[in-house]
């Protein structure tokens, strides 16, 4: 980013300067030479007079200031090279790493836009699957309720009860033949058949109570 920057200053500054500084040249070395060869049994020029000269000496030192600057951005330009002295060499060799260094600029703005929609996705994703995440959890929590009521309830049927043996003597008068039908007792939550005398389950007199149907 920086070398960017320099580039495209110093650009700017020698393409201003080099016409000016081009033409500066020639008018500064004739006044220079021109300043040389008076014979010193003249009279010295007024102040007015020696302007033109200093004006074109401070040119050429910014002339010189100029090569310098020139060198320095095609050892940039070039590192680890011997600099061109050719000035057009190095500008064009300047325009030719701007354009490069935009070039990659534009695909590494590209490359951060396309990261960031990925981003995006990534969370999207994220927030979906913490969403189901809750989810399982839930069904997690009722499926470990379920499992601790089922636990809760009894595992066993208890003993039945225990019965005297007196209460299934047979009553005084009751006929020999009559058998003793001694009844079952139920366990709980299972439905027995209950106790009934003989004389309500003999099946004998039936055809004589209810003929067949012709």
């Known amino acids: 980013m920086y070398l960017l920057l320099y580039i495209i200053v110093t650009y700017g500054i020698l393409k201003y300067k080099f016409i000016f500084f081009t033409s500066a040249e020639i008018n500064g070395s004739v006044d220079c030479e021109h300043g040389k060869e008076q014979p010193t049994n003249k009279r010295p020029r007024s102040e007015s007079g020696t302007r033109p000269s200093s004006k074109a000496c401070r ?89 601790k009521f089922l636990n809760a309830r009894p595992s066993f049927v208890p003993h039945p009860p225990v019965i005297p043996a007196s209460a299934f003597t047979a009553p005084q008068g009751q006929a020999a033949g009559q058998k003793l039908m001694m009844p079952v007792i139920g366990y709980p939550g299972f439905p027995m058949w209950q106790f009934m005398p003989p004389s309500d389950v003999d099946t004998t007199d039936d055809t004589k109570s209810c003929p067949p149907v012709a």
């Open 59 to 147: 040119e050429k030192v910014r002339r010189d200031k100029l090569n310098e600057r020139f060198l320095e951005l095609g050892a940039v330009l070039e590192p680890g090279k011997t600099p061109k002295m050719d000035k057009s060499s190095i500008l064009n060799d300047a325009i030719r790493v701007m354009a490069e260094l935009r070039s990659e600029a534009q695909k590494l703005k590209e490359s951060n836009e396309s990261l960031q929609e990925k981003i995006k996705e990534l969370k999207a994703e994220k927030n979906e699957l913490r969403d189901e995440k809750q989810k399982l959890k839930a069904e997690k929590e009722s499926l470990e309720q379920q499992i």
